[in-house]
């Protein structure tokens, strides 16, 4: 049922993208006077900012301090899972983090599952614990999450991380809505007073970013003190269209491929694609694509992210940032 009601997003949304319409014309004339969007490369910054994490480390241990650690747990032999966590583990390589990577069967119980993850937690040596999702069917993975002692949990998607960090108290911010963050920051891009319009409203993703971006600066740590619209797989395809095209910055988190078109982009806004899908392009080859028409957009858009290579790395150096955090803390560095 899900599925289906996806494509039906997905479809409308492409019917209705298809209406000509007077502010299409105004679109089209300004992509033809203009020059492509600015690319937010995800991957050069993520390599700023492993680059500098290297260096916070690298003092700490020339004062006899011990190196920072992460534990990750992968169950089963999902390939997607599998090429996440060899990302995870170079970017550790490339900071001085030191990785323990524990690998089970996709037939181990919830309760072993978390009986590891309950000997991580109680470990000195370990900073930071992520069990990678997705975990096997017969697991729930809420319960999993929320095994992660909140001080470990560099993945931020325990509960009381959730719970924390909601009410603006110091918590850790899931690494793709963290990364999503600190390319707005990178980049310069203003959001006080600002409208964002959000597709996708996962717990992981599109929920912790409207929060965040709505949330009060003079309180909350990185509060964007935005306008929210939080889009979603039943929010109507000319609503979605609508909030779009009124929003200063678009993130769209939802998997449907080829979701945000051209003409639903106010011109020069900041677009941010953190979908992504694999599939097969006209030769039979396989590609990484994103929610986002790149090319129709990146012609209307000030700032847009590339998929592959846009929030991707971020997520994986956010979750590193994470870990020395963590490590920080649990050493009084903080």
Do not use: W
């Not at 995870?88 to 119980?109: F, L, Y």
């Not at 964002?196 to 992981?204: D, K, L, P």
Request: some cysteine.
């Amino acid at each position: 049922m899900t599925k289906q009601l996806l494509r039906v997003f997905s479809s409308r949304a492409f019917v209705a993208s298809g209406m000509p319409s007077a502010s299409q014309v105004s679109l089209r004339a300004f992509s033809e006077e203009s020059s492509r969007a600015k690319l937010m490369d995800g991957k050069k910054i993520s390599q700023e900012i492993l680059g500098e994490l290297k260096s916070e480390l690298s003092g700490f241990m020339e004062k006899g301090l011990r190196p920072a650690k992460m534990a990750v747990v992968l169950v089963g032999d999902n390939p997607a899972s599998a090429t996440y966590v060899k990302a995870k583990r170079r970017a550790c390589k490339a900071v001085g983090i030191v990785d323990e990577t524990i690998t089970k069967p996709s037939t181990i119980s919830q309760a072993e599952l978390v009986q590891i993850i309950d000997e991580l937690n109680g470990r000195e040596d370990v900073d930071g614990i992520l069990c990678q999702l997705p975990v096997p069917e017969h697991m729930v993975e809420r319960e999993v999450c929320d095994a992660v002692h909140p001080e470990k949990d560099v993945d931020g998607f325990s509960s009381r991380n959730m719970g924390f960090f909601v009410v603006g108290q110091d918590a850790f911010l899931p690494a793709t809505p963290a990364g999503v963050i600190e390319l707005l920051k990178r980049y310069n891009v203003p959001t006080f007073g600002k409208k964002v319009c959000i597709a996708g409203r996962s717990v992981n993703v599109g929920y912790p970013i409207a929060t965040i971006m709505q949330a009060d600066g003079r309180y909350f740590p990185d509060g964007g003190d935005a306008s929210t619209f939080m889009c979603h797989r039943f929010t109507p395809a000319e609503d979605l269209e609508a909030c779009c095209r009124i929003s200063d910055i678009v993130i769209s988190a939802t998997g449907v491929v080829g979701l945000i078109r051209g003409h639903m982009i106010k011109p020069g806004a900041t677009v941010i694609d953190v979908g992504i899908t694999r599939i097969q392009d006209e030769s039979g080859k396989t590609k990484l694509v994103g929610d986002v028409a790149f090319d129709e957009v990146s012609k209307v858009a000030g700032l847009i992210s590339p998929v592959p290579g846009g929030v991707g790395p971020m997520t994986v150096a956010m979750l590193c940032k994470n870990t020395i955090k963590s490590y920080k803390k649990r050493n009084n560095l903080i």
